[in-house]
Nanobody, 125 residues
Framework: QVQLVESGGGSVQAGGSLRLSCTAASGRTFSSYAMAWFRQAPGKERELVTG????????YYADSVKGRFTISRDNAKNTVYLQMDSLKPEDTAVYYC?????????????????WGQGTQVTVSS
């Protein structure tokens, strides 16, 4: 069983920054799997924000966050990060990290089998 523990959420004003962390507390080798961050705003479907393959060399960003968010991973620490800069009110959501079923990046939520508990990000105008 894999446990993904997220931290770093909170409230910030528009234009501010937050850094989310997601650590795999147990399970098989973290470095063998692609990782991603999803988010879900009230009344909306969960959406993929960004993802990275097992090495960190291949990444994806939703158009809405390109140039503002950066995903990175430290396989030695079993941790994936999401640096969020120039935050906007529309970034307000619960953010979830997820572990892929394999080493390559996938864009659909069905490709992820383990999920964190979610961390709230609130951006005020």
């Amino acid at each position: 069983q894999v446990q993904l523990v997220e931290s770093g959420g909170g409230s910030v004003q528009a234009g501010g920054s937050l850094r989310l962390s997601c650590t795999a507390a147990s399970g098989r080798t973290f470095s063998s799997y692609a990782m991603a961050w999803f988010r879900q705003a009230p009344g909306k479907e969960r959406e993929l924000v960004t993802g990275t393959d097992w090495s960190g060399g291949n990444t994806y960003y939703a158009d809405s966050v390109k140039g503002r968010f950066t995903i990175s991973r430290d396989n030695a620490k079993n941790t994936v990060y999401l640096q969020m800069d120039s935050l906007k009110p529309e970034d307000t959501a619960v953010y979830y990290c997820a572990r892929s079923r394999g080493e390559f990046l996938v864009l659909k939520s069905s490709g992820y089998d383990y999920w964190g508990q979610g961390t709230q990000v609130t951006v005020s105008s």
